[in-house]
């Protein structure tokens, strides 16, 4: 699985952004988000099962929305009221089983990342 994220970049604080990830090759089952801010480590932010069941980190919960389009192979985040503190380079990330996990670890295929931007 290939997976290609998109959709970053700079908004002012209380601003919305819409990611998306592309996935081409074999399908996945779950679909997560992961960001890197500058200095800290890659950080969990929201998954989705291929069953429904989603899971957010808590600094994101009401704000974030995690979805995806099994058609089109593609998922999508939904990002409302950001602050500051999201900037960050965001990742997809897919697994080929199910499993409500937040470890980078457990995951296999990975995008290569979109800058988000917020500023105050």
């Known amino acids: 699985v290939q997976l290609q994220a998109s959709g970053g970049g700079l908004v002012q604080a209380g601003g919305s952004l819409n990611l998306s990830c592309a996935a081409s090759g074999r399908a996945f089952s779950t679909l997560a988000w992961f960001r890197q801010a500058p200095g800290k480590d890659r950080e969990f932010v929201a998954v989705l099962s291929s069953s429904g069941n989603t899971y957010y980190t808590a600094s994101v919960k009401g704000r974030f929305t995690i979805s995806r389009d099994n058609t089109k192979n593609t998922g999508d985040l939904q990002m409302n009221t950001l602050k500051p503190e999201d900037t960050a380079v965001y990742y997809c990330?897919?697994?080929?089983?199910?499993?409500?996990?937040?470890?980078?670890?457990?995951?296999?295929?990975w995008g290569q990342g979109t800058l988000v931007t917020v500023s105050s």
């Open positions: 990330a897919a697994r080929p089983r199910q499993g409500i996990l937040t470890a980078a670890r457990s995951y296999d295929y």
